[in-house]
């Protein structure tokens, strides 16, 4: 695949691309305290990091806390990443003896970035429900439910000697309505993948990158694309970055609203389970394929 530079996404449309910057969003302060706990973390010795395993998962959306990929075949193909993998929401669902005391702004850094992007998340949502042109501002945030599910990814890549025989992470799409993410502004590595060709996305200090996701591009019937994008190792420089993922809740059925279907643009998506569809998306990703 050939390789060239995105340039600036923020003039570029979120339809066409899946993904966007986002500034003046007021969460500067929490992005540095959230990025500074989650590297002290991942400089921890070993040891200490693996007080927080959590060795009885397997499951997507059941495993927690430190590790890298769950093995569940001998066909796997693996990430050169460490991840600390933790659920935000539902409230009452957080495995709290997994969130790190060490360090000791962990904890509270976490909460009050997450909150932040929620809020972060809402405003995007309804602004691209108005750009839609939908009757309600709200259609995508309502479509959450009860018991939505959150969870924060944050990611260490280390420096790899060997870039050209694997990823920091494999080529995917998100199976999320979004993930709002925070990249290191000390080395890039994420790529998006349009028309064959693998755009380098920029570092653009205190900056929100959302990705579009899956169930997003389903509500939208393919209005809004979800991006096939990728990681790449660094020969000489660590990376790190955390990714607040945001989903429908589990139980819930999502399919293209109907005010997106008409004779000329038929329903692109047939109504799905949200936790079916979780299923079959994290058996293809573990794959190394897509859904």
């Given at each position: 695949m050939r390789r060239k530079n995105l340039g600036h996404p923020h003039h570029t449309g979120s339809h066409l691309w899946g993904l966007l910057m986002v500034s003046n969003h007021g969460v500067d302060a929490v992005m540095d305290n959230m990025m500074a706990a989650s590297r002290e973390f991942f400089r921890q010795p070993l040891e200490e990091k693996q007080r927080y395993a959590n060795l009885n998962g397997?499951?997507?959306?059941?495993?927690?806390g430190y590790g890298n990929d769950w093995v569940s075949s001998l066909d796997q193909i693996r990430d050169w990443t460490d991840r600390l993998y933790l659920k935000v929401e539902p409230e009452d669902e957080r495995s709290i003896a997994l969130w790190p005391v060490h360090p000791e702004t962990f904890r509270n850094a976490l909460h009050e970035y997450t909150k932040k992007c929620g809020e972060v998340k809402d405003d995007l949502l309804r602004a691209m429900a108005k750009l839609l042109e939908l009757d309600d501002d709200d259609y995508f945030v309502e479509h959450f439910g009860d018991k939505p599910l959150t969870d924060v990814r944050c990611s260490y890549y280390p420096v790899c000697p060997r870039p050209e025989l694997v990823f920091g992470l494999k080529p995917h799409c998100d199976a999320t309505v979004v993930t709002v993410l925070l990249v290191d502004d000390r080395v890039g590595g994420l790529q998006v993948l349009k028309d064959g060709v693998w755009w380098d996305v920029?570092?653009?200090?205190?900056?929100?990158?959302?990705?579009?996701?899956?169930?997003?591009?389903?509500?939208?019937?393919?209005i809004f694309k979800s991006p096939v994008h990728r990681v790449l190792t660094n020969t000489k420089k660590e990376r790190l970055s955390v990714a607040v993922d945001y989903y429908v809740d589990p139980e819930r059925e999502i399919e293209p609203s109907a005010q997106l279907v008409n004779e000329k643009r038929p329903a692109l998506y047939s109504k799905v389970k949200v936790k079916d569809y979780f299923a079959r998306s994290y058996n293809a990703f573990t794959e190394g394929k897509m859904v």
């Open positions: 397997g499951e997507r959306f059941q495993f927690e920029p570092i653009v200090p205190h900056t929100l990158l959302v990705i579009i996701g899956d169930q997003t591009e389903i509500m939208s019937n393919g």
